[in-house]
């Protein structure tokens, strides 16, 4: 059994800051790509921005300068930082992990947290 845990999520008026985190637990080997994935009301979900085990990362173009994820492999947690948050960051934001587990590579994914921006 496996569980992302994601905490973090509130809200927030425009150009404040909020950090998310995500916590794995339960059986599995390794940790591969951690990444934060956002759906705002009507839209589809979208990758947000996402950290290899090695620590290279990807980012949304709408996010970029904005957000910083990070990764603690020792506590199998995945941050990101969101600094100047705008009305469109409104969303619930879902941690993914693509995990190595005894089938083979597999994705997983977290209940969602509320981030919600006021202009």
């Known amino acids: 059994q496996v569980q992302l845990v994601e905490s973090g999520g509130d809200l927030v008026q425009a150009g404040g800051s909020l950090r998310l985190s995500c916590t794995a637990s339960g059986s599995f080997f390794v940790i591969n790509v951690m990444g934060w994935y956002r759906q705002a009301p009507g839209k589809q979900r979208e990758l947000v921005a996402d950290?290899?085990?090695?620590?290279?990362?990807k980012y949304a173009d709408s996010v970029k300068g904005r957000f910083t994820i990070s990764r603690d492999n020792a506590k199998n947690t995945v941050y990101l930082q969101m600094n100047s948050l705008k009305p469109e960051d409104t969303g619930v934001y879902y941690c993914n992990a693509d995990l190595t587990v005894i089938f083979g590579r597999r994705p997983y994914w977290g209940q969602g947290t509320q981030v919600t921006v006021s202009s």
């Open positions: 950290i290899t085990s090695g620590g290279s990362t």
